[in-house]
């Protein structure tokens, strides 16, 4: 999200759980490299060499910190990212979850820092003066402002008002005093709020003439009250120059993972028949607004929302024909594969493009489960049986699913890890045929099936040991009672957990404490 020069950007919270609904928007699981992102991408965003004084633009690490919950419900209890209190201990939270945000503000000296909607530790983390005043501030030395999460100057009351602010006002004052400035939505509710809390004597004026003083300053530095600053010298045109739109495209190339080439199966003979197959072959604009660009650039070949399709006909010099085999990513539907099968085998090569979209995780919504649905995996398993030549699988996912049997299957020849490329799809193609060389590597660790069974998404222990929580597979379980909606935070009324549930274990999280089998 933009406004003018302020992004809400980058993500910088780990990848610790691949159910978690924003992977799609993180650089990954290990500290350290999304700290060396996150320092990256702000300094692209905001320096410029020859104007020290000000910033081209301002850029905000988001969302400090142990934001890794949107939307679950395990054996009977629901969790969201408002309500949900994150129990981290001290070790996990200073050596995994604050460290990409201390590289932000020590590396990358971002003008901003988001705080995250959830709890930690009991303390809501828009709250928590520790946080963004002791830490933050003083041990990291961040000079810039601090925006809550949008519409989350209320989050302190309302979702958690049993063991924090009696009220809204209050909530508003916690908030300025930890050192929150900005309302990210800045709606008039939280105006409204703000002028309650000044009038019934809960903030003072100086409250508020802290926080101005922290975002005025940012303001300053983008040339808000001065003549032209450096953004102002760079042309529109230049956003969908043909300089940007190769670099894109070249960017979705480098983040290809090549996961397995048996037989030098790739590259692609471009004179050959391709058969592109599966749900995600199609897969482009409707993954492209979020957080993009809902108008991309027109200026590449396939238009503004190539899919793969589009891309591999643009390189190929053969034949290609395409069926979707399984209607979508969820369906469960075998009755095309058939006439897919066929499709595949009237080509020389079948690409199957497959994995998750937008409707298995996103922003407000954890995925369930990490696999390939049983229709996708059905579609690899009789394509590759009926086809003469190895296939090649392209894995589109921000979910890091469990592909040990596609790789393990001797007649997929080559798998190509593409993560979610949006409209850069041409990237892919690039891979496929030999064009870029396929140099990425996995940021998420891909676990097996029975990671997902043996440990909540609530856990948010990185280390190995006894879970606090119940098996998601309900072994055990009686169900709770539920006569209404719920929730296990206030404000839909609480859920009546399962009970009897034997509970789980966590074998470590990432490939830094992971001490089970991976895939990948």
Not at 138 to 143: A, L, S, T, Y
Not at 321 to 340: D, F, H, K, P, W
């Amino acid at each position: 999200m933009c406004i003018r020069d302020r992004f809400w950007a980058p993500v910088v919270n780990l990848a610790r759980d691949g159910r978690w609904g924003r992977n799609i928007e993180t650089p990954g699981e290990d500290p350290y490299l999304s700290g060396e992102y996150g320092a990256a991408f702000v300094a692209g965003m905001e320096h410029d060499p020859d104007d020290e004084a000000h910033i081209l633009a301002s850029a905000c690490c988001k969302h400090y910190v142990g934001n890794s919950v949107e939307m679950s419900t395990v054996d009977g209890m629901t969790w969201n990212r408002f309500e949900f209190n994150a129990a981290i201990t001290q070790q996990d939270l200073v050596d995994s979850y604050m460290l990409p945000f201390q590289s932000c503000v020590e590396k990358g000296q971002v003008s901003g820092l988001m705080c995250s909607l959830n709890a930690v530790n009991g303390v809501p983390a828009c709250a928590d003066d520790w946080l963004i005043k002791e830490v933050a501030r003083r041990d990291w030395g961040f000079e810039g402002y601090v925006s809550t999460d949008c519409n989350g100057y209320p989050q302190s009351y309302l979702y958690h008002n049993e063991t924090f602010a009696a009220t809204p006002e209050e909530g508003v004052r916690d908030m300025l005093r930890a050192g929150v400035d900005i309302d990210c939505a800045g709606n008039s509710a939280d105006v409204n709020l703000a002028n309650s809390a000044l009038q019934h004597g809960v903030i003072e004026m100086d409250d508020i003439d802290s926080a101005l003083r922290h975002s005025l300053t940012v303001r300053m530095r983008l040339s808000h009250f001065d003549p032209p600053g450096p953004l102002d010298q760079i042309s529109t045109d230049e956003v969908c120059s043909g300089y940007a739109v190769g670099l894109a495209r070249q960017g979705a190339a480098q983040g290809m993972v090549l996961l397995k080439n048996a037989a030098s199966t790739l590259p692609l003979d471009a004179t050959k028949s391709v058969a592109v197959i599966g749900p995600n072959a199609n897969l482009s604009q409707a993954i492209s607004g979020y957080y993009g660009a809902r108008s991309p650039c027109h200026a590449k070949p396939g238009g503004q929302f190539p899919n793969i399709v589009d891309a591999i006909s643009y390189l190929s010099r053969g034949h290609v024909t395409t069926a979707m085999g399984v209607s979508s990513v969820t369906s469960a539907n075998l009755s095309q594969i058939r006439a897919a099968v066929a499709v595949a085998q009237s080509a020389d090569v079948a690409v199957l493009v497959v994995g998750t979209d937008l409707t298995v995780a996103h922003e407000g919504l954890d995925a369930t489960n990490m696999t390939l649905s049983p229709a996708q995996s059905e579609l690899i398993s009789e394509i590759a049986a009926a086809t003469e030549k190895p296939v090649v699988v392209v894995i589109m996912s921000a979910v890091p699913l469990d592909i040990a049997q596609v790789l393990a299957n001797p007649k997929v020849g080559a798998v190509l890890h593409a993560g979610q490329p949006s409209v850069q799809t041409l990237g892919v193609a690039d891979v496929l045929y030999g064009r870029v060389p396929p140099a990425g590597r996995m940021v998420q660790t891909l676990y097996p099936e029975s990671v997902q069974h043996e440990l909540s998404i609530f856990d948010m222990n990185m280390r190995p040991g006894p879970s606090a929580f119940p098996r998601p597979d309900g072994r055990g379980c009686t169900p709770g009672h539920k006569t209404v909606a719920c929730s296990n935070g206030t404000s839909n009324g609480r859920c009546v957990p399962d009970q009897g549930c034997q509970m789980g274990t966590n074998r470590g999280r990432t490939h830094r404490f992971f001490t089970g089998q991976a895939d990948i």
